[in-house]
């Protein structure tokens, strides 16, 4: 896939990463288990196509303490994301979670004194507005746990957000495209595995459908789709890596409905529209920083 244009490996990596929500909601294993096998095994095929490349390399003490910090985030991401996939649906919860862009903004604005354009104070109106269309009408007719789904996926938002920003600090002291995710997929699977363990909670793969899914899970999500993500998003100009990106959220929602029957009116689907304009005009309005 090298060969492909940087555009085009960006999509396939956003299509691939769209399904994630179907691979956690078909493997029918508990939240915290898709996710501790989705590093898992995201590291088992990542350190095989490491070791294929040659870049299997001991980190320096500082980088795996950045490592062991990304990992932590990722872990709490993953956790609170498939909680929600859980309990609202891979849709409305890969949609929650991609609210990050607004919690980048404000950390580049208050923290990192980083512009940002008009735009986004026309995106966060809007993204409220559409979370109002999608879930806002008929909230006070939800269940407790549905109305929790929605605080796990608001958190996720955070919990990506801050992983994010320790992923790129661990990315530019990286002289390899694969070791970053090779040590943050490990240091998260360990984070997990510990938690699994201490809540006695059990690892045990229903059969061979759930084997698939969370075996799809780890190479799709974690492995090919953030390696073609990340080894695309240099070679991208800023305007088409975000109408690509909103590949991902977009057919995350399709999916729900066409696969899981997700009830879904037209209010719905013009709330789905609006929270993706307002997504894709965050990312757009990050200008030159102070």
């Not at 898709?34 to 299997?56: D, H, N, P, T």
């Not at 607004?102 to 104070?121: D, H």
């Not at 899914?213 to 070679?235: E, H, M, N, V």
Request: charged share 10%; with cysteine; hydrophobic share 55%.
């Amino acid at each position: 896939m090298r060969y492909l244009h940087p555009n085009t490996r960006l999509a396939i990596g956003a299509v691939a990463i769209s399904f994630s929500g179907v691979w956690v909601t078909t493997a029918e294993v508990s939240a915290s288990s898709s996710a501790f096998y989705r590093v898992f095994f995201g590291f088992l095929f990542l350190f095989a196509f490491a070791a294929q490349k040659r870049e299997i390399q001991l980190p320096r003490l500082s980088h795996f303490l950045l490592a062991l910090l990304c990992g932590l985030l990722f872990a709490l991401d993953l956790y609170c994301w498939h909680k929600s996939i859980r309990l609202v649906g891979p849709g409305l919860a890969t949609l929650l979670s991609n609210f990050q862009v607004f919690v980048l903004a404000g950390v580049g604005v208050l923290l990192l004194k980083e512009r940002y354009s008009g735009l986004l104070l026309l995106a966060l109106p809007l993204a409220v507005i559409g979370l109002f269309l999608i879930v806002g009408l008929e909230w006070p007719k939800m269940t407790g746990p549905y109305k929790i789904g929605v605080y796990f996926g608001l958190a996720t938002a955070l919990f990506y957000a801050s992983y994010i920003i320790s992923l790129k600090y661990l990315s530019g002291v990286s002289t390899s495209t694969i070791q970053p995710m090779l040590l943050v997929s490990f240091t998260t699977a360990v984070f997990l595995g510990i938690y699994m363990l201490t809540s006695r909670q059990t690892l045990l793969i229903a059969g061979l459908p759930s084997l698939f899914s969370l075996l799809s899970l780890g190479f799709f999500s974690q492995c090919l789709g953030w390696l073609l993500i990340a080894t695309s998003l240099p070679r991208t100009n800023t305007t088409s890596a975000g109408l690509i990106l909103l590949l991902q959220p977009s057919l995350a929602f399709l999916w729900d409905v066409l696969f899981f029957a997700r009830p879904t009116s037209w209010l719905n689907w013009l709330g789905v529209a609006i929270t993706l304009a307002a997504i894709y005009l965050g990312l757009q309005s990050r200008q030159e920083k102070v």
